[in-house]
Structure formats: C-alpha cells, structure tokens
C-alpha cells in the first residue's frame, strides 16, 4: 500500500500549567493507506512538530519529514525501517524531526498490524507477550504529608510499585529526606518505591549523592533522571557512589544511539524509552534487546495517554523478566477521553498489552474533536498547514 | 538592561533545492535591549525554529523558548548563562529549542559586546585574537573533473586549504578514489586537503575504512562526518583504523555534552562546533577549552552567512594553534548579501575576527526584506507570529 495521508490532532485542555504533567496536551497521529489507519502520538510540543512535516525544505539534509514519508510504499517493516533510515538522513539538521517522526512511525505500526490483523509485539518478532507490573507514575505531593497521602492512595488502589517525582524534590536536602520517609510509609515496607528526580541537579554529582543515604534506607528501586539527559559523565559518576539505588535514565533520547550511550556510558541500572521521542517502536525495541543483553533492565517512560502507554509497551512486551511498567494514574481527562478503551490492571495488579491487532487502543474520536486546537501556518502566503485538502 | 524584543527574520533563496548547501536559506535572529540591538543566526529550519520560539506551553518542562528570554535581565555574560540553563531545564522536552535558543545567544553576546565597545571573545575571557588559516569549504564536483576543477579555482584564489564535501562522495569506492585524486592534484601537493563525508556512511565502519587508503595517500588532513553525529561507537571504531588522516565531527552537537563525547568516546581528532545549533558562542567556547585540554583540535563548522563565520570564530580566536577556519567560498547570494560588511583573506590568506564591537558584522537590513518570506502561526485562533506588536 501507498502512504495517502498523515494527520496531525493537537489536542490541549482548557488551562496548560506549569506543572510537570505531560498529559496537558498530546499530538495525536493519523496515518491512512490502502484502506486503512493507524494512530499514533508523538511526546513532542505539538506546534514545533507540525512545523517540522510541513516546513519548507532548508537543504537536502535539512527537509520536512513529509518528504520521506507521504507517497511512501508500507507492505511490511522494512518499510517502516527504510522510511526511518531516509527521515534521519534527510532531516539530519531538522532537530524537531525526531519528535516528529516517532508519532507516525507509532502509528504505522499500528496500520500495518490492523491491515494483518496481529498485534505489533509480533511484527516486532516477540512470540509472546508478558504481565507488566505497573508503578502508579504521580508527582511529589507540595509537602511531605501530601507525598504521604498519595503513596498510601496508589497502594489503596492495589499499585505495587509508585514513582514519585519532580518538584519540589531537590529544592532541600531536608525536604527530600521527608519526602523520600513519607513516600516509603504511605506505600508500606513491601511497596517498590521509585524516585524521579527531574533533571534537577544538573550534573551536580555531589548534590544527587547527598540524597543516597535517604534513598537506601528507604529502599529505592531506582533513582531516575537526577541528571541533563546527555550528561552521562555524571551519570556514571552517580554509579560510583550507589550501594543499592540503581539509577536510571533515557526518557530524553531522540535516537537509539544516545539511549546506548546512557548504558555503555552512563552506566545506567535501568533504561527508560519513550517511543513518542526515540523514533518510535523500532528503535525503543533495539534498545530492549541492547540492554537485555547488558544485563540492564528496559522500561518504558510513558506519562500521556493510553495509546502511548501500549505502543510503549510493545518493543519489551516479549521480556519477561523485564517486569515494571510506567502507568501513569492522574492523567488530565484529555488523555482519559482520547482513548475509548483502557488499560487496567487485573486481579493481580498487572496489566497486558492489549490483544487487538496493532496498538489495540480504539481512539475516541469525538475528543479530537472535543480539545482540538487548530492550528493555521502559512509561509510566504502559502497555506502549509491544515493540508489544503483538509482545509 | 532588558531583553525588549526578539525578532526573527526568515530568508530564503527564490528556489531551494536538495543540494547539501546551507546558505540557501536563513533565519536571523534579532535582540533589543537598553537602545541596543545585536544579531544572531540559527543554523536551523526557519519554521519549526520559530515554532518553538513562540509555542503555547506543553508543561513546565516543555515551554517555549520565549519564556526564558523575553523581559529578563542582560546586564553581562552571567545573564546569558543564566538564561541559557533555564532554556535547557524549562524546554527540556522541547527538541527543536536548542537550535532556536543558539541564534538568540549569539545576538545576545553581539548586543553586550555592542553595549560595551568590546568584540564577543574578550567577552569570552580571549586576552587575544590569532587570524586563522580559512580553509574553502566547498562541494564536490558531479564528477572527478568538476572536483578538479574546483580545486584549483580554490587554489588559484589563494586558499591554502580546501574540504571537499558530500554527494556523489560514498556512492562508488572507485568513484570515492577518483575524487580524492582529483581533488589533491587540484590543490597542489602542498595544499591541505579535507573530506566531509557528510554522514554517507550510517554507522558502516568497514564501508568508511574502505576510503582510508586512498586518502592517506593523498594525505588528507581530516575525515569528517562519516558517521551519524550520535555514532561514537563507529566513530572510535575508524579511529582504530586509520595512519595518518585524523576524524573529525560535532556539528550536529545540539549541547556540550555531545561534542566532549564526540572527544571522550568517539575519540575525534578534530571537533567541529556550529554555534548555530550547540546553543551559541559560551557551549562552544566550553568545547574549545575541553578539546584543548586534551590535544584535539577544535574548529568551526560553518556554511552560512558571515555574521555565522565571525561567531563561530569567537569561541577559538583566543587558541593560537587550533589554526584551520571553514570559511564557506561558495554562498548563495543571500547569504553574501546579507552583511554589508564581509570577513576576507588578508595578503598573507589568512582571515581575522572582525574587530568592531561584538560580532564585528554590519547587517544589511535591505536583504531581510529582499529575501524575506513572511511566517503566519495562529493556533486556536490566537495570531502567534509574528508578535501582534509587530503584525
């Protein structure tokens, strides 16, 4: 089949704030062929993204992702992997095209397993998918007792496992401390606590290792992001001055490489891919098997709706022991109504990937409707966006 | 002072085409302050650049970059830190915003310098500035004839030094030697020769190593880019391959951390800094001295305008042995045009950093009107460019 078109839904709720919660917005992802769709969402500023399909060409390294993308044949993966290929090598100056592009790759996969009828796991040469067991992804609360609350909320809703994260962690090393005690007792001695921490030491190396003491005695599973994405020196740094905490780290990687790079460099404990970043399902799934084979535990960074949840659970669906999930659990409704089905945990507190053919996530499609934001750009008085015939 | 405005001005040639040539297109940046202006230019796609300038915010870790820069205060280098980490923390998750921010930080330098009486590298902490030896940066011709050719028309025009770059180069190992003999015999034996590969090789270090022979017998100084700019495992596998030739690349690097770990785990040679993308003149400025200290060679990557040649030079005019200069030879005529002033060779061939205040370069405000295309971004209505002060 040939690529007919690619639409793009920017959907936002009535008030964005400056809260850590990436679920304010989304960039939904549409792609058509051959009589079918797929859907996908890049993890992206919705703007700068459309902008990056549809600019103007600067140079021939240096041209709008639709160029590599729309006409395309799709009869199986290679195709997606060739159209990855050419979108690095032409774009290579088109920083946002990263972002960009993992949301269409995301829903390509998601068309060709609707058009075959198998989930994507397969097309990724999983024979079997496993249980994940999902760790509630909230933020701190302002102040420990609000940490408290919600700890012992996520256990009362039966999560295992809790990551607690960004502000107002690293603001005080006395604060920290409470936070990490608070998060510990709400969650119970047997809870697996996890912390992220934002970015927020920079690559202050001492500054994150003040707060290990507290996160062993607190058992923490992992210390996540206590660095800038790309400062891998502190990284390993960090590594150095571990006991338990593992650290983790990679939500930031736009390629395969630089996930890579965290393993071999930073020396990361865990690795966590957002396929709404990294290009998609395809590279996410290279990371897996890298890190499976470095002994390094793969996990997905997921903090928007459930069609990026499953399409982040595919490319380590088939690790068995790769066994905790992000699963983000006070999403704004935007990322509530987006999807018409949902992922929840069973019995046991685990969750499946869906059994559906693709991403097996059925789109609500009144609430593209309902939080669209449309969105008008025009070059040298030329409409470039919506696409003429959608206009 | 006060940042009051940041505009930005996207040039375009009347066609563009998929040539690899840079110059085809612009967009230059603009910053008002305190009755001062200085000037500053992304090496980025115009539109998805301004984009991410003036997006409505994702979260607080996915703002655009106006955020950070608008209002704030610039009353020396340290604001231009300053308000360079809170760019790097507070769009985080914006990808395309590190090349946006790097034309505003190179305005921000020139306007400081302006304000002062003083050229960017003693703003930099240079006590000197050393002319460098330019070295033609040109494309290779459509066949071995044309590189011939090209290569002595650089000689005859008194270049000491030229790189051959991109296409047809990596397409045909015979092809690929006929080149590099043209190209040698062209300049002389004398002459210093480079080769870009620009990327042709993915992450193929026996396709690449299949080239080393005949450039070290036409001794070529450097072998640049062979590789994906995030392939340092590729990039240290060659380097275990080569006698003679050196490796070079980092113009993809979109922060510091990327270029030093082109240095620590790609093991380049030669570390080639775009002011344009890494975030403007102090990220490079940081390469130099960390490329310095450890006996690599730091050099500008520039194809674009003179206003981009004089800040690339800034961050090294002070290193009296990195010596070798990109100096683009083959502009498209907006980028001639665009300054009024220009930065050429002197009797000896060698080049000097403008020594006027700041960036030392005299815009031609005519050409941002002759070559300028008009941008109109609304979402949800709302006009978000240009500025409604300015519309």
Chains 1, 2 share one sequence.
Not at 288 to 308: C, E, K, M, P, Q
Request: hydrophobic content about 40%; overall charge negative; aromatic content about 8%.
């Amino acid at each position: 089949m040939k690529i007919e078109s690619v639409d793009f839904f920017y959907l936002a709720m009535p008030e964005v704030t400056t809260e850590a919660d990436g679920s304010q917005d989304a960039l939904v992802v549409r792609v058509a062929g051959g009589g079918h769709v797929g859907w996908g969402e890049c993890e992206a500023a919705p703007l700068p993204s459309i902008a990056a399909f549809v600019c103007p060409m600067s140079h021939g390294a240096c041209r709008p992702v639709s160029d590599s993308v729309l006409g395309e044949t799709l009869d199986g993966p290679a195709d997606i992997l060739r159209m990855s290929a050419t979108v690095a090598y032409n774009s290579m100056d088109l920083l946002q095209a990263a972002h960009t592009w993992s949301g269409i790759e995301m829903a390509m996969w998601d068309l060709l397993g609707r058009a075959r009828g198998v989930p994507c796991w397969k097309l990724l040469g999983y024979d079997a998918a496993y249980p994940k067991i999902p760790y509630a992804s909230v933020l701190f609360g302002r102040d420990p007792e609000g940490t408290l609350q919600r700890a012992k909320d996520m256990r009362s809703r039966g999560f295992r496992a809790a990551k607690f994260g960004w502000a107002p962690f690293g603001q005080s090393l006395a604060g920290d401390v409470a936070h990490l005690e608070a998060a510990r007792e709400g969650l119970g001695p047997d809870g697996i606590l996890l912390i992220d921490a934002g970015q927020i030491f920079g690559e202050d190396v001492d500054a994150a290792a003040l707060r290990l003491d507290a996160m062993e005695r607190n058992r923490v599973t992992f210390f996540e992001e206590p660095f800038h994405g790309s400062a891998y020196r502190a990284y390993a740094g960090l590594r150095e001055r571990v006991k338990t905490v593992k650290t983790a780290g990679g939500e930031a990687a736009h390629n395969r490489h630089m996930a890579e790079h965290l393993i071999d460099f930073g020396r990361v404990g865990y690795i966590q891919i957002d396929c709404g970043r990294i290009g998609g399902l395809w590279p996410a799934k290279e990371v897996a098997d890298y890190a499976a084979a470095r002994g390094v535990t793969y996990i997905n960074h997921t903090f928007t709706s459930n069609l990026a949840l499953s399409a982040s659970m595919q490319p380590f669906a088939g690790l068995k022991d790769h066994v905790i999930c992000e699963y983000p659990t006070t999403l704004k409704q935007l990322a509530v109504d987006m999807t018409s089905s949902h992922i929840v945990p069973d019995a046991n507190g685990e969750i499946h990937v869906p059994d559906g053919p693709g991403l097996g996530v059925k789109i609500n499609e009144e609430a593209l409707v309902q939080y669209r934001q449309d969105v008008e750009i025009r070059v040298a008085g030329k409409l470039l966006f919506p696409p003429q015939s959608a206009a």
